[in-house]
């Protein structure tokens, strides 16, 4: 599975910025997807998962009710639609892919490169 993340950017706080992650590889409907973030100088933290037939999905208590995970399976894309955008949301953000649910970022197997959201006060 080759991941590929795209939508990052600028934006004033309390706006609003969509991510997506195309997957490519016959197996991406079979598999759990996430995405985690990683601000300067701090370790990269879970941001939101969803599982593979996009039934369960799980936050970080700092995203819960401001971002949203969801799952097209046919393009095949995950998203996060992020509402809200505080300017500790500033990070890269990646998307990422494994057997199965963890809010660990040990274990996932395919990352994508990255993308950069910065939230202006």
């Known amino acids: 599975v080759q991941l590929q993340a795209y939508g990052g950017g600028l934006v004033q706080a309390g706006g609003s910025l969509r991510l997506s992650c195309t997957a490519s590889g016959r197996t991406f409907s079979t598999y759990a997807m996430a995405w985690f973030r990683q601000a300067p100088e701090k370790e990269r933290e879970f941001v939101a998962l969803?599982?593979?037939?996009?039934?369960?999905?799980d936050y970080a208590n700092s995203v819960k009710g401001r971002f949203t995970i969801s799952r097209d399976s046919s393009k095949p894309t995950v998203y996060l639609q992020m509402n809200s955008l505080k300017p500790e949301d500033t990070a890269v953000y990646y998307c990422?892919?494994?057997?199965?649910?963890?809010?660990?970022?040990?274990?996932?197997?395919?990352w994508g490169q990255g993308t950069q959201v910065t939230v202006s006060s």
């Open positions: 990422a892919a494994r057997s199965d649910v963890s809010s660990s970022y040990i274990g996932y197997n395919y």
């Open positions: 969803i599982n593979w037939s996009g039934v369960y999905t």
